[in-house]
């Protein structure tokens, strides 16, 4: 009975896996369409779309998938969506920052305003709390490409503005302006990177007891859950236990 059950449990979660790459391959392709519509067709001359196919290669999305998502822009095909950033705060008074591409603003807005108060948070004006964010570029490697000095070393000729190397990769950090420039140097010596884009990240965290940060992790997930929402970003840190807990 005991091999029935976690047979049952294995599939159930296999389901739960597909479903969730299927959502978020449609985020990305959301994402090639409206970059290539904004600018060139061509990911060599449109940096945002050059950002999003990495990102979709990153995934292992299907190369049919992201030149079909490229090709409707170029028909004119599809929704129109409407680029909208949502701001609040989380349990324990954390700032969020919520990205979004959708084709109904009612119902997004909605939808993220529920989340929020469900959660013990609360929705608030734009410009509420993206000034505890800097709005920078991000070029991440896997760690095994270079080594923490030799990265550090390459980012700083390549114009970065900030290394964090560690077990999980290289992350490296440049200013919006020079972000592409950047990005377009290191590729050059280091290859395609594992993600290249623009990102709010904190100038500071505030460390949350378990009980908010489970209701934070739990806020996070159902925002990402959204098929309009693209990326959270948040600026708090929780214990390495809850977080075991949580993937558990």
């Known amino acids: 009975m005991a091999g029935h059950s976690q047979f049952k449990n294995i599939m159930h979660r296999k389901g739960r896996q597909d479903a969730m790459k299927s959502k978020l391959f449609g985020k990305l392709a959301r994402e090639i369409t409206v970059a290539a519509k904004l600018g060139t067709p061509d990911p060599a001359m449109n940096p945002r779309l050059r950002a999003a196919v990495i990102a979709a290669r990153a995934e292992n999305m299907p ?12 028909g004119g095909e599809g929704e129109n969506y409407d680029e909208i950033r949502y701001e609040g705060y989380g349990p324990g008074g954390v700032a969020v920052i919520v990205e979004v ?13 529920s989340y929020f108060t469900k959660s013990g948070g609360n929705l608030a004006e734009t410009g509420a709390v993206s000034f505890m964010f800097d709005r920078l570029g991000v070029i991440e490697y896997d760690a095994g490409v270079a080594s923490p000095d030799a990265m550090l070393e390459a980012a700083i000729e390549a114009g970065a503005d900030d290394v964090a190397s560690g077990e999980g990769g290289h992350e490296i950090y440049a200013a919006q302006e020079s972000f592409h420039e950047v ?21 500071n965290t505030i460390a949350v007891d378990d009980e ?25 840190e929780v214990s390495d236990a809850l977080m075991a807990r949580m993937a558990g």
């Open 63 to 74: 190369k049919d998938n992201i030149e079909r998502a490229i090709k409707k822009a170029l």
């Open 212 to 236: 908010a940060g489970e209701k934070l992790l739990r806020l996070m997930d159902t925002l990402n859950e959204h098929d309009d929402v693209q990326n959270v970003y948040a600026n708090f």
């Open 101 to 113: 591409l959708t084709d109904n603003r009612n119902r997004t807005a909605s939808d993220v305003r």
């Open 183 to 203: 990005a377009k140097a290191l590729e050059a010596r280091f290859g395609e990177p594992r993600k290249a884009a623009l990102t709010w990240k904190p100038q």
